[in-house]
């Protein structure tokens, strides 16, 4: 069983037969032992977190994400460049691994069918890169944008709802438990 952490109560996750975590069930008492899909909230960590407004003790989510993506194994996503990875020292994309055997890609989530061009950072444990599955690329025109980019892409392009860019597109849904299943399969060897 894959699980999933910080997911949105309307959350793609929900109708694909997982174990899914919104607000309502609290992530934050998660302790199984399944791998990890986590969603922790980022606007505290992205580039605007100037305007950000967290709950009380959302900080604290993202440091339980980490935690159970490294004891568990999975991935954790969040926006490129997120000041968390400089907070948790983070491998960045590119830099290695760290001491959990963990490392980080740099995605775009318009390769996995978002409306806008949507930078991401995967911090993974529990497989090696070279066995992910393939990532797609989409060369396609992107006509929206979000709130953040509108100024530096012109006014030309859309913004895309709050609600569509906080949705996790289908294809990265599935490209992720795929990933999360590997790393299942990677835990059940070693064992």
């Given at each position: 069983?894959?699980?999933?952490?910080?997911?949105?109560?309307?959350?793609?996750?929900?109708?694909?037969?997982?174990?899914?975590?919104?607000?309502?069930?609290?992530?934050?008492?998660?302790?199984?032992?399944?791998?990890?899909?986590?969603?922790?909230?980022?606007?505290?960590?992205?580039?605007?977190?100037?305007?950000?407004?967290?709950?009380?003790?959302e900080e604290q989510t993202a440091f339980h994400a980490i935690d159970r993506v490294r004891?568990?194994?999975?991935?954790?996503?969040?926006?490129?460049?997120?000041?968390?990875?400089?907070?948790?020292?983070?491998?960045?994309?590119?830099?290695?691994?760290?001491?959990?055997?963990?490392?980080?890609?740099?995605?775009d989530q318009s390769w996995f069918g978002h409306k806008a061009r949507k930078r991401t950072?995967?911090?993974?444990?529990?497989?090696?890169?070279?066995?992910?599955?393939?990532?797609?690329?989409?060369?396609?025109?992107?006509?929206?944008?979000?709130?953040?980019?509108?100024?530096?892409?012109?006014?030309?392009?859309?913004?895309?709802?709050?609600?569509?860019?906080?949705?996790?597109?289908?294809?990265?849904?599935?490209?992720?438990?795929?990933?999360?299943?590997?790393?299942?399969?990677?835990?059940?060897?070693?064992?």
């Amino acid at each position: 069983m894959i699980t999933v952490l910080f997911a949105r109560k309307d959350s793609i996750y929900k109708s694909m037969g997982l174990d899914v975590w919104d607000i309502d069930r609290n992530a934050m008492n998660f302790d199984g032992s399944n791998p990890v899909i986590a969603h922790p909230p980022c606007r505290m960590w992205g580039k605007l977190s100037y305007f950000a407004k967290p709950r009380p003790g959302e900080e604290q989510t993202a440091f339980h994400a980490i935690d159970r993506v490294r004891q568990n194994g999975g991935i954790l996503e969040h926006p490129a460049y997120s000041k968390l990875w400089k907070v948790a020292e983070l491998p960045r994309p590119g830099s290695g691994h760290d001491e959990f055997g963990g490392y980080t890609i740099d995605i775009d989530q318009s390769w996995f069918g978002h409306k806008a061009r949507k930078r991401t950072w995967l911090y993974i444990v529990g497989v090696e890169q070279s066995k992910l599955p393939l990532i797609p690329l989409s060369l396609d025109a992107i006509q929206y944008v979000v709130t953040c980019s509108k100024r530096k892409h012109g006014d030309n392009l859309k913004e895309v709802k709050k609600s569509e860019r906080e949705h996790t597109p289908e294809k990265l849904a599935k490209w992720l438990i795929e990933t999360a299943k590997l790393i299942e399969h990677e835990r059940k060897i070693k064992h």
